[in-house]
């Protein structure tokens, strides 16, 4: 069974997995507006670090047929290259931790600002598509360069989704799993539930199961215990940005499971395209850490569980320091042990072979 697409673009209209709707329902979202789109990201209909990337490029490519920007009668609003750059802009709002969204935004910029006005609309969706074929070549580049390091290990832990939902196929962290599993050697994988949100027992466990990987949630609290008896052999996580210095944010409970392994004597290892870095930051503290509404933690599915009286906190992302890491695998190989030097020199390095 070939898995249905997280995002694709047809007929100028962007179709998105609804994951807000797994794993009860498999649902599409069609996005025809800008508006929609940001409303589609910030909601987490489309999800994960890569995947937001590629959606918001595709919605700047739906400026063109906003009806909101043809009815305008603001003149720099009808001019079509400073629509697209407001629904750069406008994008740019939707989300502020994964990088990747002002990545992908950037090389729309770009092609706005070095394309003629009347080849802007089909250079702007072959962009988008180019984004979206970069990211299905960095996965399997990322499945093949991390599968060697899980090899042979009976069961590893991941949090949150970083799999094909996160991704415009097989994910990130979830990619060495994919690829180990085409010859039935894959791990047995458990995946932490990942509150508040349940991305990892609502959207890995299904996604693992629907391609026939062995997988099993555990809540988030048990991964401790479950480390002390032997029963994980490794961590592998995806992250929405790394520093020059090989901090990582990623979903808010990964720092505690980094900590945890790093006890117990494990690797912990995260898997993320070179897009995933900022190499202009130096330091985790800076990365801006999106803070979302009381309800995902006080009413899940509306149902309250916390007395009004009480205040809620809700990072969506924590930051693990580079010392926690023990490898980052991108597209272009692993960085072991990473630090400021390592990952320049990863950079430096001229990308050995096809992605
Ligand atoms: C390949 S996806 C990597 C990360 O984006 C993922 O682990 C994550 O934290 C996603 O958070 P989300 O809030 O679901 O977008």
Sequence with gaps: MTAPETLRFENHKLILIDQTKLPGEL???????????????????????PAIGIAAAYGV?????????RESNDESESDP???YIHAIEYLATSRPTAVN?????????????????????????AEAKRINDEDRQMCHAIGRNGAPLLSGIDTVLTHCNAGGLATSTWGTALAPIYH????????????????????????TAWELSQAGVDVTVITDSMSGSLMRQGVIQAVIVGADRITARGDVANKIGTYPVAVLARHHGL???????TNTFDLELDCGDDIPIEQRGRDEVAAPHGVGIVPDAAKVLNPAFDVTPADLVTAIITERGVIQQPTGESIAR?????C????
């Excluded at 180990?180 to 791990?187: D, F, R, S, Y």
Aim: proline share 5%.
């Design 27 to 49: 649902a599409e979202l069609v996005c025809t507006t800008v508006e929609q789109t940001h409303d589609a990201i910030r909601r987490l209909v489309v999800r994960g670090a």
């Design 352 to 355: 050995s072979g096809h992605i």
């Design 267 to 273: 690797p912990f290892y995260v898997a993320a395209p």
């Design 81 to 83: 290259r400073s629509r």
């Design 346 to 350: 990863h950079f430096a390095e001229k």
């Design 61 to 69: 490519c739906l400026a063109a047929d906003d009806p909101d920007d």
């Design 180 to 203: 180990l599993h085409q010859t039935g050697q894959a791990p047995k994988v458990l995946a932490d539930e990942t509150r508040p949100l349940l991305q990892g027992g609502r959207l």
């Design 101 to 125: 969204l002002f990545w992908a935004l950037d090389r729309m910029r770009g092609v706005v600002e070095s394309t003629s006005v009347e080849n802007l609309k089909d250079a702007l969706v």
